[in-house]
Protein backbone atom coordinates (compact mmCIF):
# COMPACT_ATOMS: atom_id res chain seq x y z
CA UNK A 1 0.00 0.00 0.00
CA UNK A 2 1.52 3.63 -0.74
CA UNK A 3 2.30 5.35 2.09
CA UNK A 4 2.83 9.10 1.94
CA UNK A 5 3.32 10.69 5.80
CA UNK A 6 3.23 13.97 7.30
CA UNK A 7 4.40 15.89 9.88
CA UNK A 8 3.57 16.84 12.35
CA UNK A 9 -0.19 16.27 12.52
CA UNK A 10 -0.93 19.37 13.92
CA UNK A 11 1.11 22.99 14.18
CA UNK A 12 0.12 26.00 16.37
CA UNK A 13 2.78 28.93 15.28
CA UNK A 14 3.10 32.80 15.97
CA UNK A 15 3.14 35.33 13.25
CA UNK A 16 6.48 35.94 11.65
CA UNK A 17 7.86 32.76 12.55
CA UNK A 18 9.43 29.99 10.36
CA UNK A 19 6.99 26.86 10.29
CA UNK A 20 8.40 23.51 8.20
CA UNK A 21 6.08 20.53 7.05
CA UNK A 22 7.31 17.24 6.26
CA UNK A 23 6.49 14.65 4.05
CA UNK A 24 7.85 11.08 3.29
CA UNK A 25 6.94 8.88 0.48
CA UNK A 26 7.65 5.17 0.14
CA UNK A 27 6.01 4.62 -3.19
CA UNK A 28 9.32 5.54 -4.95
CA UNK A 29 7.05 8.54 -6.83
CA UNK A 30 8.67 10.69 -8.64
CA UNK A 31 6.65 13.47 -8.47
CA UNK A 32 5.29 15.22 -4.83
CA UNK A 33 2.42 18.38 -4.62
CA UNK A 34 1.59 20.85 -1.86
CA UNK A 35 -1.88 21.55 -1.25
CA UNK A 36 -3.86 23.72 1.19
CA UNK A 37 -7.39 22.75 1.84
CA UNK A 38 -10.02 25.85 2.92
CA UNK A 39 -13.87 25.71 3.11
CA UNK A 40 -15.12 27.45 -0.11
CA UNK A 41 -11.78 26.77 -1.92
CA UNK A 42 -11.22 23.31 -1.73
CA UNK A 43 -7.77 22.17 -2.71
CA UNK A 44 -5.68 24.74 -3.88
CA UNK A 45 -1.82 23.82 -5.18
CA UNK A 46 1.06 25.45 -3.64
CA UNK A 47 4.16 23.82 -4.83
CA UNK A 48 5.38 20.38 -6.80
CA UNK A 49 7.72 18.50 -7.51
CA UNK A 50 9.27 16.24 -10.26
CA UNK A 51 11.97 14.28 -8.54
CA UNK A 52 14.93 15.10 -6.25
CA UNK A 53 16.08 18.70 -6.34
CA UNK A 54 13.17 19.78 -8.24
CA UNK A 55 10.48 22.59 -7.09
CA UNK A 56 8.16 24.14 -9.23
CA UNK A 57 5.32 26.90 -8.15
CA UNK A 58 1.62 26.25 -8.34
CA UNK A 59 -1.10 28.38 -8.35
CA UNK A 60 -0.56 29.61 -4.71
CA UNK A 61 3.30 29.35 -4.16
CA UNK A 62 3.23 33.50 -2.29
CA UNK A 63 4.73 33.06 0.98
CA UNK A 64 6.05 29.72 0.64
CA UNK A 65 9.02 27.37 -0.34
CA UNK A 66 9.69 24.20 -1.15
CA UNK A 67 12.35 21.82 -0.76
CA UNK A 68 13.49 18.34 -2.47
CA UNK A 69 16.07 17.11 -1.24
CA UNK A 70 15.92 13.64 -1.77
CA UNK A 71 13.09 11.15 -3.65
CA UNK A 72 11.30 10.29 -0.44
CA UNK A 73 10.98 13.83 0.90
CA UNK A 74 9.36 17.31 -0.04
CA UNK A 75 9.16 19.68 2.15
CA UNK A 76 7.03 23.40 2.51
CA UNK A 77 8.54 26.10 4.35
CA UNK A 78 6.78 29.44 5.85
CA UNK A 79 9.76 32.02 6.46
CA UNK A 80 7.54 34.34 7.77
CA UNK A 81 4.16 32.66 9.25
CA UNK A 82 0.78 34.87 8.59
CA UNK A 83 -3.08 34.32 10.36
CA UNK A 84 -3.86 33.59 6.57
CA UNK A 85 -2.01 30.73 6.55
CA UNK A 86 -3.79 28.74 8.87
CA UNK A 87 -5.09 26.15 6.80
CA UNK A 88 -4.87 21.94 6.48
CA UNK A 89 -1.70 21.41 4.87
CA UNK A 90 -1.55 17.67 2.27
CA UNK A 91 1.21 16.48 1.01
CA UNK A 92 1.12 13.85 -2.16
CA UNK A 93 2.76 11.90 -4.35
CA UNK A 94 2.40 10.57 -7.61
CA UNK A 95 3.08 9.28 -11.29
CA UNK A 96 1.90 9.66 -14.64
CA UNK A 97 2.12 6.33 -15.52
CA UNK A 98 0.40 4.75 -19.03
CA UNK A 99 -2.71 3.47 -16.40
CA UNK A 100 -2.32 5.07 -12.95
CA UNK A 101 -2.02 8.93 -12.54
CA UNK A 102 -3.65 9.06 -9.24
CA UNK A 103 -2.32 10.79 -6.54
CA UNK A 104 -1.91 9.46 -2.71
CA UNK A 105 -2.51 12.15 -0.05
CA UNK A 106 -0.69 11.95 3.12
CA UNK A 107 -3.14 12.62 6.80
CA UNK A 108 -2.59 16.18 6.53
CA UNK A 109 -1.17 19.09 8.58
CA UNK A 110 -3.41 21.20 10.46
CA UNK A 111 -1.65 24.61 10.98
CA UNK A 112 -2.72 27.29 13.48
CA UNK A 113 -0.71 30.92 13.00
CA UNK A 114 -1.78 33.06 15.85
CA UNK B 1 -5.38 28.39 -15.66
CA UNK B 2 -7.45 26.18 -15.07
CA UNK B 3 -10.84 26.55 -13.13
CA UNK B 4 -12.97 23.66 -11.86
CA UNK B 5 -16.33 24.24 -10.54
CA UNK B 6 -18.60 22.03 -7.97
CA UNK B 7 -21.75 22.81 -8.23
CA UNK B 8 -23.55 20.85 -5.10
CA UNK B 9 -21.81 22.68 -2.01
CA UNK B 10 -23.82 19.93 0.03
CA UNK B 11 -26.56 16.87 -0.83
CA UNK B 12 -28.52 15.06 1.06
CA UNK B 13 -30.01 11.66 -0.07
CA UNK B 14 -31.67 8.61 1.82
CA UNK B 15 -29.85 5.61 1.86
CA UNK B 16 -30.81 3.60 -1.35
CA UNK B 17 -31.11 7.08 -3.30
CA UNK B 18 -28.71 7.84 -6.13
CA UNK B 19 -26.70 10.92 -5.58
CA UNK B 20 -25.33 13.53 -8.02
CA UNK B 21 -22.37 15.63 -7.95
CA UNK B 22 -21.72 17.98 -10.94
CA UNK B 23 -18.46 19.49 -11.98
CA UNK B 24 -17.66 22.23 -14.88
CA UNK B 25 -14.20 23.10 -15.87
CA UNK B 26 -13.05 25.69 -18.68
CA UNK B 27 -9.66 24.26 -19.99
CA UNK B 28 -10.38 22.16 -23.40
CA UNK B 29 -6.66 20.97 -23.07
CA UNK B 30 -7.93 18.80 -19.92
CA UNK B 31 -8.08 15.26 -20.89
CA UNK B 32 -8.08 13.29 -17.19
CA UNK B 33 -10.80 13.98 -14.35
CA UNK B 34 -10.42 11.54 -10.96
CA UNK B 35 -12.93 11.82 -8.39
CA UNK B 36 -11.34 11.57 -4.70
CA UNK B 37 -13.45 11.01 -1.68
CA UNK B 38 -12.41 12.54 2.11
CA UNK B 39 -13.94 10.77 5.04
CA UNK B 40 -14.68 12.89 8.16
CA UNK B 41 -11.01 13.49 9.73
CA UNK B 42 -9.35 11.95 7.06
CA UNK B 43 -7.33 12.35 4.21
CA UNK B 44 -8.24 11.98 0.41
CA UNK B 45 -7.95 8.93 -1.57
CA UNK B 46 -9.33 8.02 -5.06
CA UNK B 47 -12.53 6.49 -6.22
CA UNK B 48 -12.81 6.60 -10.07
CA UNK B 49 -11.16 8.75 -12.65
CA UNK B 50 -12.39 8.94 -16.48
CA UNK B 51 -10.25 10.22 -19.64
CA UNK B 52 -10.98 12.17 -22.31
CA UNK B 53 -11.60 9.51 -24.83
CA UNK B 54 -14.68 8.11 -23.59
CA UNK B 55 -17.85 9.47 -22.20
CA UNK B 56 -18.63 6.96 -19.34
CA UNK B 57 -17.24 4.95 -17.23
CA UNK B 58 -18.69 2.39 -14.36
CA UNK B 59 -16.94 1.61 -11.35
CA UNK B 60 -19.20 -1.32 -9.06
CA UNK B 61 -22.26 1.68 -7.52
CA UNK B 62 -19.98 4.96 -9.01
CA UNK B 63 -20.92 6.16 -12.56
CA UNK B 64 -18.65 8.99 -14.14
CA UNK B 65 -19.81 11.06 -17.24
CA UNK B 66 -17.66 13.17 -19.18
CA UNK B 67 -19.58 15.60 -21.79
CA UNK B 68 -16.38 17.33 -23.41
CA UNK B 69 -18.69 20.19 -25.34
CA UNK B 70 -19.92 21.66 -22.48
CA UNK B 71 -16.67 21.05 -20.34
CA UNK B 72 -18.88 18.97 -17.93
CA UNK B 73 -18.50 16.01 -16.09
CA UNK B 74 -20.40 14.53 -13.22
CA UNK B 75 -20.51 11.88 -10.59
CA UNK B 76 -23.36 9.19 -9.84
CA UNK B 77 -23.28 6.91 -7.26
CA UNK B 78 -26.44 4.02 -6.95
CA UNK B 79 -28.22 2.79 -4.12
CA UNK B 80 -26.14 5.20 -1.71
CA UNK B 81 -25.11 3.77 1.85
CA UNK B 82 -24.13 5.58 5.00
CA UNK B 83 -20.96 4.60 4.10
CA UNK B 84 -20.60 7.01 1.23
CA UNK B 85 -21.59 9.53 3.17
CA UNK B 86 -18.05 12.29 2.95
CA UNK B 87 -16.65 15.22 1.21
CA UNK B 88 -16.30 14.35 -2.57
CA UNK B 89 -13.40 16.18 -4.58
CA UNK B 90 -13.99 16.27 -8.20
CA UNK B 91 -10.46 17.63 -10.62
CA UNK B 92 -9.07 17.97 -13.65
CA UNK B 93 -5.91 17.94 -15.16
CA UNK B 94 -4.19 18.27 -18.90
CA UNK B 95 -2.10 14.84 -18.07
CA UNK B 96 0.67 16.18 -20.40
CA UNK B 97 4.27 16.14 -19.95
CA UNK B 98 6.15 14.43 -16.34
CA UNK B 99 3.40 15.32 -14.01
CA UNK B 100 -0.23 14.99 -12.78
CA UNK B 101 -1.14 18.52 -11.50
CA UNK B 102 -4.76 18.42 -10.59
CA UNK B 103 -7.19 21.14 -10.16
CA UNK B 104 -10.15 20.52 -7.77
CA UNK B 105 -13.36 21.90 -7.13
CA UNK B 106 -14.35 23.18 -3.95
CA UNK B 107 -15.82 19.91 -2.70
CA UNK B 108 -19.56 18.16 -2.27
CA UNK B 109 -20.75 17.28 1.44
CA UNK B 110 -22.65 14.27 0.83
CA UNK B 111 -25.09 13.24 3.57
CA UNK B 112 -26.60 9.50 2.98
CA UNK B 113 -29.46 9.57 5.64
CA UNK B 114 -30.57 5.67 6.85
Known amino acids: EAAVTQSPRNKVAVTGGKVTLSCNQT?????MYWYRQDTGHGLRLIHY???????EKGDIPDGYKASRPSQENFSLILELATPSQTSVYFC?????????????FGHGTKLSVL | GEKVEQHESTLSVREGDSAVINCTYT??????FPWYKQEAGKSLHFVID?????DRKQSQRLIVLLDKKAKRFSLHITATQPEDSAIYFC?????????????FGQGTVLSVIP
Open chain 1, 49 to 55: SYGAGST
Open chain 2, 50 to 54: IRSNV
Open chain 2, 27 to 32: DTASSY
Open chain 1, 27 to 31: NNHNN
Open chain 2, 91 to 103: AASRATGGNNKLT
Open chain 1, 92 to 104: ASGDRGASNERLF
